[in-house]
């Protein structure tokens, strides 16, 4: 595992995070009734939602490798030094409960900035005991919410990407 990856992943997803919502509002302004269907604003928008949508599959990888199954020729203290280091990179959570959870993620510097306290509340709300149940695990909600965050942010780009194309093209919105 590379120490950087642990850094990285932050920066990956807050870049996302930064540009998805500028494609998003780059194709908003370009569906008002006064921009031109020639305007080139649409090609802008459509290649920050490309770039934006690279930066989020970049941190599902990266989140892949960080918190996926152990190797099996892995050493037996890796599970040991990957669980310390998630921990001191902020990456997994300690609360097991919901209320534990809750308060230490809207505590957190990072959801902060992606996320208001009413939507970390609403989503721990939501997906608590579906991420405690199963194969999942609990410590690994706070990276499901960051890419269940950005998988959003691209899904609604996408959509405001196929009715700007609409109008792109000429045809009605």
């Known amino acids: 595992m590379q120490v950087q990856i642990e850094r990285e992943i932050y920066i990956r997803a807050s870049r996302s995070h930064a540009i998805l919502n500028e494609a998003i509002r780059a194709f ?9 269907a020639s305007s080139p604003d649409y090609y802008r928008a459509r290649n920050l939602l490309k ?11 990266d989140a892949k490798k960080l918190l996926g199954p152990i190797p099996i020729y892995a050493a037996k203290d890796f599970e040991m030094w990957r669980s310390q280091v998630l921990a001191e990179n902020k990456i997994v959570v300690q609360g097991q409960t919901a209320e534990d959870l ?4 809207l505590a957190d510097d990072f959801l ?3 996320m208001g306290p009413a939507d970390i509340e609403a989503y721990v709300a939501a997906r608590f005991e579906t991420q405690r149940t199963g194969k ?7 990276m499901r919410m960051v890419l269940d965050r950005l998988a959003g942010l691209a899904a609604a ?3 405001l990407q196929k009715t700007a194309q609409r109008k792109q093209q000429g045809l009605p919105i």
């Open 136 to 142: 999942r695990k609990l410590a690994n909600i706070k």
């Open 102 to 105: 809750r308060t230490e993620l």
């Open 28 to 36: 908003q302004s370009y569906l008002e009734p006064q921009t031109a």
């Open 51 to 61: 770039e934006g949508k690279a930066f989020y599959d970049q941190t599902l990888q």
């Open 112 to 114: 902060k900035t992606i």
């Open 157 to 159: 780009g996408q959509e």
